[in-house]
């Protein structure tokens, strides 16, 4: 069953309800209902967006079981016909069975990191109607059709969007006392606005006297010519690049840029806006970049860095369960390629050590930096010597990740195990690729080709494995939320990835800590049917989030 759920009065509120037949035509709207109603809804909720619809439904006490999220679908669907990019909202679908102009999405949301892997994805709006977000609903389904690995998808991304509004109201436990402490000992007395904390500005002077001239550490650009000044003509000034240089300032240098981050990114500033009354409330954007992983409005909640986690602290009486799936890519790979050697080895709580074991001689760190090469296109420097070992050892697995780079290279794409698909190579790489191609263009051309090919090929390489893994956290996130409701007081307050950290009365940590473990089992299940690869997950109860680590 599904409906069509339309707010009609906030005080008190109350909602309308309007089912579906198959075809999607609405029947009767029901009469007014309230919070309690609409949380027993059976079936699916109908919407064009839950982060439009959502906020002010749970505000008001309503909790929505199960959902079918329009604009989500529809990205996975647009992305399977090649056309990554297009309008998302009811109106444009609309728009485009009609044949008429489809309208604008709202401007993006731009998350940081890959400018490719973890591209932009548009801001939602809602609407409401039932006959047009029927109409949506029964297009979207026939173009669904019997392909359940996407339909599993389609579902568990809707339930992840649900578990984001809530995740938002709920907020994070965070100890404000604490955070402050953090950084008045990394940073010293709070500064005016506009003014370096007292560590820094030690550090700032210190870098003056090194050089022997003024410079601000602050302006990449300043440090840069500071360092070529004094006869290091540095590439950048990243910590890895300036680690190398033989120069006093170094090591003041680094310790200000970590510092630096902390002042800007999570700093007292942060503080004032992030955390409200003991809890951070972040906006997440649930599958917010082209491999399905999410992202974040602001914040920084899928950064916290390891220094504050000693700040996020569950309130008295409670703990915080928290899980990730360890190993997660890795085991994909495993799952995705069918090598049964790989799969062999993930069957071990640690497969690195297996990896080790059975082509490195036991060197870990060796197994490590091999896989993760492979998995991401590594081919100079410990990554590339090592990658060929693996070669010999698991030629299925590695054989699927070259395929993916194969067909990256030569302009075509790749899907996730669930179905979700990597955009088309932009028209900037065809004309590079084809200017290329041309023998009277020149070796530069040539070069140039090669390189942009090679880097589209890194890109499909790690699509495949990484937008599988987050088919599989999805489904294990979908999970999680459904069995917790069953647990009074356990609320989802974290999602990074491959990890999960429910606050939950301590009572209740045993019993949310085998809610975490089935759920990914199920997923596993589901995700990987008939595959003998194992992703575990291993609960701990803590009071403070650093001591899970």
Request: with cysteine; hydrophobic share 45%; proline share 8%.
């Amino acid at each position: 069953m599904v409906t069509v759920l339309q707010q009609v009065g906030d005080t008190p509120p109350a909602w309308t309800c309007t089912p579906l037949d198959p075809a999607g035509v609405p029947g009767p709207t029901g009469p007014p209902v309230d919070a309690a109603a609409v949380t027993g809804l059976a079936g699916r909720v109908l919407w064009d967006a839950t982060d439009a619809v959502y906020p002010s439904a749970l505000a008001a006490g309503a909790r929505i079981p199960r959902v079918h999220d329009i604009t989500l679908t529809e990205r996975l669907l647009l992305g399977r016909e090649g056309r990554h990019g297009e309008p998302l909202s009811a109106a444009a679908v609309l728009a485009r069975l009609a044949g008429s102009p489809v309208p604008a999405d709202p401007p993006p949301v731009v998350p940081e990191g890959h400018p490719e892997l973890f591209a932009a994805v548009p801001r939602r709006s809602g609407t409401t109607d039932p006959t047009g977000l029927g109409r949506v609903w029964a297009d979207q389904v026939r173009r669904i059709g019997d392909d359940n690995a996407l339909r599993l998808l389609v579902a568990a991304e809707s339930a992840g969007a649900l578990a984001a509004v809530e995740m938002t109201r709920a907020g994070l436990p965070w100890d404000a006392a604490v955070h402050g402490r953090l950084l008045t000992d990394a940073l010293g007395a709070r500064p005016p606005t506009g003014r370096r904390p007292p560590r820094m500005r030690e550090l700032a002077e210190r870098i003056d006297a090194a050089f022997g001239f003024p410079v601000n550490p602050d302006s990449a650009v300043d440090l840069r010519g500071a360092f070529q000044r004094v006869g290091h003509d540095v590439e950048s000034t990243r910590a890895w690049v300036l680690q190398s240089v033989d120069h006093p300032a170094v090591p003041d240098v680094l310790a200000y840029k970590e510092l630096a981050r902390l002042h800007t990114a999570n700093g007292w500033a942060w503080l004032d806006e992030w955390v409200q009354q003991g809890r951070f409330h972040p906006g997440y954007v649930p599958a917010g970049v082209v491999s399905g992983r999410w992202a974040a409005r602001g914040g920084g909640v899928l950064q916290i860095p390891r220094l504050l986690r000693t700040a996020v602290r569950a309130d008295p009486g409670h703990l915080l369960v928290v899980a990730d799936a360890a190993q997660l890519e890795p085991r994909v790979l495993a799952a995705v390629s069918g090598d049964e050697a790989l799969q062999r080895a993930s069957a071990a709580e640690d497969l690195y050590g297996v990896v080790a074991r059975e082509g490195f001689g036991g060197d870990r760190n060796s197994a490590k930096t091999a896989v993760l090469g492979a998995m991401y296109g590594a081919t100079a420097g410990e990554a590339g010597r090592l990658v060929p070992v693996l070669y010999r050892q698991y030629p299925q697995a590695m054989g699927c990740v070259q395929a993916a780079a194969e067909a990256g290279e030569r302009g075509r794409t790749v899907r996730s195990v669930l179905g979700r698909q990597a955009p088309a190579p932009s028209a900037a790489w065809s004309e590079a690729v084809l200017a290329g191609s041309v023998p009277e263009a020149g070796e530069a051309a040539a070069r140039r080709a090669r390189q942009v090919a090679r880097e589209r090929g890194r890109f499909t390489r790690n699509f495949l494995v990484q937008a599988s893994a987050a088919d599989w956290a999805a489904v294990w996130l979908s999970g999680v939320r459904r069995d917790l409701a069953g647990l009074p007081g356990a609320e989802l307050v974290l999602f990074q990835h491959d990890e999960l950290v429910v606050h939950c009365p301590a009572e209740h940590a045993p019993a949310v800590g085998e809610v975490l473990r089935q759920a990914a089992e199920d997923a596993r299940a589901l995700v990987f049917p008939g595959s003998a690869v194992r992703t575990p997950v291993d609960p701990v109860a803590v009071g403070c989030y650093a001591d899970a680590k």
